[in-house]
């Protein structure tokens, strides 16, 4: 069970809720975000819900059988809207636009970057500072430096930057310069560095695990929640199946289910989903037409050129065509919505 409770609860009120619940055999854990205070009760004994109901100090009370429970749509019907500042949002009934390179290489790289999102109307940049490679002598980012000089660049110009952490030593030098905190699809079952996240006021992207299922990324979302950051978002890019002729599988059957557990918006990640640029068109508008909120994907001035992930990344005039496209096929789908 949920209990949200009421902001102006006393600690003797709480404590009588509190003993109320373990008294039907329930554990108790409490949980504080930055929008709200709640107890999640976990047990199977069955009970009057009217009893715990009635009690002084609770807002509202919910019975949510799913293992996550602060994620599942059970619990909160209307959509979480994250909100980045200056008029930035991630939600439902709009469609985010996230675009860049796979690794922040050099200044002028970023000034480039930022240009073309500034041009086709992008308020979100990718790009990784801190770069998770197979092998190690690739490319591994240009580390918190790159990332102040990425921030300089594109405050000024509006922009907003989602990147990669990937260690819980990552997390406060980078706070000052990141907007969206991104969680790989390496680390998606780090649970320390979950843990850790759910501790900060930034959003937080957590994509898919490689051969991770929709419930267990729906799990790491919870340990983010519980930990008390509610800024969530869900990334599908793709899983590992026994298909080669792609670098991925795109799992377009997680957008829809997503939104039918969760209440949090659900981006998806053509360009890691296929891996070949080419195709990322194509599965980006498969995206929109599925019910993403928004989509990710990598762009490069030449991407023949690009550090890493070039053979998946499109140049500026393919991903100015997809930009438009993507617009197109989202009002083509909020018409179909009013059917």
Known sequence: ???????????????????????????TTEVKTQLGDYIIGIGKNEFDIRKIGQMDGILDIHIVSDEYKLVSKK??????????????????????????????????????????????GVRMMR????????????????????????????SEAGVKIVTEVMQTSQI????????VYQVGARNSQNFNLLDELGKVDKAVMIKRGISGTI??????????????????ILCERGIRTYERASRNTLDLN???????????????????GIGIREFVPQMALAGVMAGADGIIYESHEVPEKAYSDGQQTLDFAQSAKLISWIRQSFAMRKTFDLL
């Not at 209990?3 to 404590?15: H, T, Y």
């Not at 406060?172 to 907007?179: A, I």
């Not at 419930?215 to 979302?221: I, K, R, V, Y």
């Not at 949090?264 to 360009?271: A, K, R, T």
């Open 1 to 27: 069970m949920i209990i949200q409770l009421q902001p102006d609860i006393s600690q003797a009120q709480k404590e009588k809720l509190i003993a109320q619940v373990q008294g039907i055999c329930y554990k």
């Open 75 to 120: 619990w909160k019907v209307k959509p979480t809207s994250v909100d980045l500042g200056d008029g930035v949002c991630i939600k439902d009934g709009e469609m985010a636009i996230i675009t860049g390179p796979c690794s922040i290489e050099s200044e002028e790289q970023i000034r480039k970057v930022v240009n073309h999102c500034v041009e086709n």
């Open 127 to 154: 790009g990784g500072v801190f770069k998770p490679r197979t092998s190690p002598y690739a490319f591994r980012g240009m580390g918190i430096e790159g990332l102040k000089l990425w921030h300089d660049i594109a």
């Open 172 to 179: 406060e030098e980078m706070y000052p310069y990141v907007d």
């Open 215 to 232: 419930e267990e990324l729906l799990q790491s979302a919870e340990y983010v929640f519980s930990g008390g950051n509610e800024k969530l």
């Open 254 to 272: 997680a957008v829809p289910i997503l939104k039918a557990k969760s209440h949090l918006p659900v981006i998806v990640d053509p360009s890691h």
